[in-house]
């Protein structure tokens, strides 16, 4: 309020207006720079994988998006009802990228979020255990009201809930699990989990109260290569 005080003093037109317009600016300007402070608090906290909004989300390309479902899914009032959202298909849909605009729309509504590679959490949860942050790491996620988990299936889980690749069973393989997994539809989740009765509690928490967002079509990053020449110029 003091730097937007400073600017109206410097500003002719401004010192003509009534003393209450002029608290009403100062008011305003300081609401303003606070929801911007939060939000900025809110994104940095969210660690969202990618810079999306969903504004920017191209419902025009054919890729099985309702628009009305997905403007249900903005609103963000599933959030608050605590249900979940599955969003599902083949690599280079935009999956990621989606979770995250979604995930910055509830930033902006002043929701709490929280994102994360599931091959990472896993990591961390099972460094936690060891060093005595485990019940603190799990309150924290929590805590969040938007919890998104990104590139599930990547992995066979064991009985410790460490993640161990389906083909090395002594170590992780990421890249080239990447790519076979990363599409991986829901009705093979179960053997992911490799435990059946964790699978069964997990997924009964999971599917059975979800909104789907089963993505089809071309891939967008083919997409978009065929429109760009080697030299970074639009084809005609």
């Known amino acids: ?12 037109d401004l010192e ?3 003393f209450e317009d002029r608290i009403g600016l100062l008011v305003d300007r300081e609401a303003a720079e606070r929801d911007t402070r939060r939000l900025t608090t809110r994104l940095k906290i969210a ?4 810079t999306a909004c969903v504004e920017d989300v191209d419902l025009r390309t054919p890729r099985g998006i309702d628009r009305a479902v997905f403007a249900k899914l903005v609103e963000g009032r599933w959030i608050d009802r605590h249900e979940n959202l599955l ?3 083949a690599t280079g849909l935009g999956k990621s990228w989606l979770a995250c605009a979604l995930g910055h729309k509830a930033c902006r509504d002043n929701r709490s979020v929280l994102y994360h590679r599931v091959p990472r959490l896993f990591e ?8 005595g942050r485990y019940a603190r790491l799990l ?13 599930w299936g990547l992995s066979v889980l064991t009985r410790r809930g460490t993640p161990r690749s389906a083909r090395n069973p002594r170590g992780p393989t ?8 990363k599409s991986a539809p829901v009705d093979t989740w179960h053997g992911a989990i490799g435990d059946p009765t964790v699978a069964d509690a997990i997924l009964d928490r999971l599917v059975h109260n979800a909104h789907r967002l089963q993505l089809t079509g071309e891939s967008m ?6 429109t760009i020449t080697l030299d970074g110029q639009p084809e005609h």
């Not at 309020?1 to 002719?12: D, H, L, N």
């Not at 990421?174 to 997994?181: A, D, G, L, Q, S």
């Not at 990053?221 to 065929?226: D, T």
């Open 221 to 226: 990053r083919k997409r978009s290569a065929k």
């Open 16 to 18: 003509a207006l009534p």
């Open 47 to 50: 660690a969202l994988r990618q």
């Open 174 to 181: 990421w890249p080239r699990i990447h790519h076979r997994h």
């Open 1 to 12: 309020m003091a730097k937007a005080f400073e600017e109206q003093r410097r500003s002719p």
């Open 87 to 89: 969003v599902t298909g």
């Open 124 to 131: 961390a949860l099972a460094l936690a255990r060891g060093d």
């Open 139 to 151: 309150k924290s996620l929590g805590r969040a009201q938007l919890l998104i988990l990104d590139d």
